[in-house]
């Protein structure tokens, strides 16, 4: 079964300097129907204007991986850890017993796209830590490219979480198939282009929750990059 979830039915913020979608319940969005999928939290989908960004602020008890479609973002953190997030970086940050940190367009001129994904950990009171690598070596057209697992395999990040964050890259008439396990769930997400899952069409933003599936077929409609969240169940 694969429930589909429109870009434009999630919660929208804005707020001058931010322009914000909600795939799941957050802050002032609240929806009883769409709290999160499996141990994934939130997606965020975030428009943030240039010399513009988020204080600093803490968290606690959760995994977040942020994921940059255009521009630039500066991150801070109380472990000292400093750095710039662009395309085809991928950052992890393990909250753990606690964390304080800011994230920052640093360009004058130039909006940053990005999503910030929380994962639930499998238990609580990590050390907190950070991670950070850039895969646009690695990813290929109609590749699954692993971008974060439980056990850091394939040179992914490592979340403390039974899930497996891949990034499929999809030319225009472009093919790929994806093969659940057994007790898997997924939910997807297309980050940008258009794609076709099955019959039907999804453009960037879109989503869906995929449960009791064997195989998912995708071809691309435009160029495209589509997060795959595989979960146990």
């Known amino acids: ?20 979608k909600h795939t799941f319940s957050f802050g002032n969005y609240y929806d009883p ?5 499996g141990d994934l939290r939130v997606i965020n989908d975030d428009i943030v204007a240039p010399a513009s960004g988020f204080g600093t602020h803490p968290h606690d008890n959760m995994e977040i991986v942020t994921y940059v479609m255009e521009g630039e973002l500066e991150h801070k953190d109380s472990l000292g850890t400093g750095s710039v997030i662009m395309p085809g970086d991928v950052q992890r940050m393990s909250a753990g017993t606690g964390i304080r940190h800011s994230e920052f367009n640093p360009q004058k001129d130039k909006q940053v796209h990005l999503l910030q994904i929380w994962i639930l950990p499998d238990k609580k009171g990590f050390p907190p830590s950070y991670e950070q690598k850039n895969f646009a070596k690695s990813r290929e057209n109609g590749k699954f490219t692993l971008l974060a697992s439980n056990d850091g395999r394939e040179g ?9 964050m891949y990034v499929l890259d999809l030319e225009k008439g472009k093919m790929a198939e994806y093969k659940m396990g057994d ?9 940008n282009g258009k794609v076709i899952l099955g019959d039907k069409e999804l453009k960037q933003g879109d989503g869906a929750a995929v449960e009791d599936e064997k195989m998912l077929k995708f071809t691309g409609i435009d160029k495209a990059d589509i997060l795959i969240f595989d979960m146990a169940k």
């Open 1 to 20: 079964m694969i429930t589909f979830r429109k870009s434009e039915d999630r919660g929208a913020v804005k707020m001058g300097w931010l322009d914000t």
């Open 156 to 164: 992914s990040l490592t979340v403390h979480q039974d899930i497996a």
């Open 33 to 37: 129907k769409h709290m999160g999928f």
């Open 183 to 191: 007790n898997r769930i997924a939910w997807l997400h297309v980050a």
